[in-house]
């Protein structure tokens, strides 16, 4: 390995970014691996994992209606027949490709918020998905549900902490943002970290900011040495969602200090060949999901997990002509976990009873907002998501 130019690599700022260094709203690996050993999170505290599902996935091809005629009427060929889903009840069932879903209903730790939406929906990818993550849906506001939180309640990044290079809206606040951890983030390698110890050397010639960036890297020489038992998890090529929760997971069994992750999942504007692609999509949810609360089901800080998975819209209750849905509003919400009390919450909308070929809303959004912050986070919900919500009942 060539021999680092000290003084070079220090005011080569582009290198200290890509190695994590620089970037306020940035987190390391080796930041939580310190955290977890010297502020963990308290036992008892609840873990809330929010899963953003992009692109409006079809609620009704998910949790389906397959005792209703008028969903096969509407989808003559895009429907599921009665002996293909995973019954729930007489009346609705789980898309075929949800089998850790299922047996998550079967053990009553899986709700299903029927209906969810908010006033005047609007079909904008973009547009709804701010809603749905500034819980703001009356005019467009900068802030996110999440940000507003850290703002109200204190500044450590570390509380929230979205996977991904990318923060979402969600977890923006007006003062505050939540910590973005990539997940190819790793731990240096034994030959990276030997060179860089290097840099810890005092240097009587150093500038003042010079002087500052080698302190820190002694400190991080020290935390380093002292906190080496947190591993990363193996990667999961084939399944995104899969690597981010077995990140999460990882960082919960360590006690690392956060209350509230971000994951996500794309691909779901099914516009044309739906069946297919859904059902790919649903059953890489359900294996990273039903994987990740059996994992978190194994560990004492398991019992205080709850995830949440939400997409911006439903689709439309008619088939278009490339058997595909087109952007609609209300579809179901999913929250799954220890504390759960298990089964349907809210209206099923009526397939014939339509906003024009809309389902129509049953459950505010900011409710369910509203009972995660008050019973999961264990905060005043009123600052993220506005007076006038209310618990729902999903948490014993």
Same mark, same amino acid.
């Given at each position: ?12 700022? *582009?290198?200290?970014? &890509? ?21 963990p999170l308290a036992a008892g505290s ?8 992009? !692109? ?12 209703? *005629? ?31 879903? &299922? ?20 079909? *904008? ?54 910590? &973005? ?28 900011a010079q002087a500052l960036v080698c ?20 990667? *999961? ?28 999942? !794309? ?70 976990? &220890? ?41 005043d919900p009123g600052p993220a998501v ?11």
């Amino acid at each position: 390995m060539p021999e680092f130019n000290r003084r070079n690599f220090l005011v080569g700022s *582009s290198v200290l970014g &890509a190695l994590g260094v620089l970037g306020a709203a940035g987190v390391t690996w080796d930041e939580l691996h310190h955290r977890a050993a010297t502020t963990p999170l308290a036992a008892g505290s609840g873990v809330l994992v929010l899963l953003t599902l992009y !692109g409006g996935n079809d609620g009704i091809n998910t949790v389906i209606p397959y005792a209703d *005629s008028a969903y096969h009427a509407a989808r003559p060929e895009l429907s599921y027949q009665p002996e293909e889903v995973l019954r729930l009840d007489e009346q609705l069932g789980l898309n075929p490709a949800m089998k850790g879903f &299922a047996q998550l209903w079967q053990q009553h730790n899986l709700a299903i918020v029927r209906g969810v939406g908010y006033p005047r929906p609007d079909h *904008s990818h973009f547009r709804s998905m701010d809603i749905w993550q500034t819980a703001a849906p009356d005019e467009p506001v900068n802030s996110g549900w999440i940000g507003r939180w850290l703002d109200a309640t204190g500044g450590d990044p570390i509380r929230a902490v979205s996977i991904g290079p990318v923060l979402p809206q969600l977890a923006i606040g007006a003062k505050y943002t939540a910590a &973005a951890l990539d997940p190819a983030s790793a731990p240096l390698s034994a030959e990276m970290a030997a060179a860089l110890s290097g840099l810890a050397t005092v240097d009587p010639h150093d500038s003042a900011a010079q002087a500052l960036v080698c302190a820190g890297y002694g400190a991080d020489e020290a935390v380093l040495q002292a906190f080496s038992t947190i591993e990363p998890p193996a990667k *999961s090529p084939d399944n995104p969602l899969q690597a981010q929760l077995d990140l999460v997971g990882t960082c919960i069994k360590a006690g690392v200090p956060t209350q509230v992750y971000s994951v996500s999942l !794309g691909g779901f504007d099914t516009h044309a060949d739906e069946r297919r692609t859904q059902q790919q999509l649903l059953g890489r949810l359900d294996t990273a999901v039903s994987g990740f609360l059996a994992d978190m089901a194994t560990h004492p800080r398991g019992r205080d997990v709850v995830l949440l998975a939400y997409s911006e819209f439903g689709r439309r209750v008619a088939a278009n002509a490339s058997q595909g849905t087109d952007h609609g509003t209300a579809g179901p919400v999913f929250v799954a976990g &220890a504390p759960i009390r298990g089964g349907f919450y809210g209206d099923e909308p009526g397939l014939t009873d339509l906003d024009n070929g809309d389902l129509k809303t049953t459950v505010d959004f900011r409710d369910v907002y509203h009972e995660l912050l008050h019973k999961v986070v264990a905060t005043d919900p009123g600052p993220a998501v506005g007076q006038g919500r209310r618990d729902i009942g999903l948490i014993a």
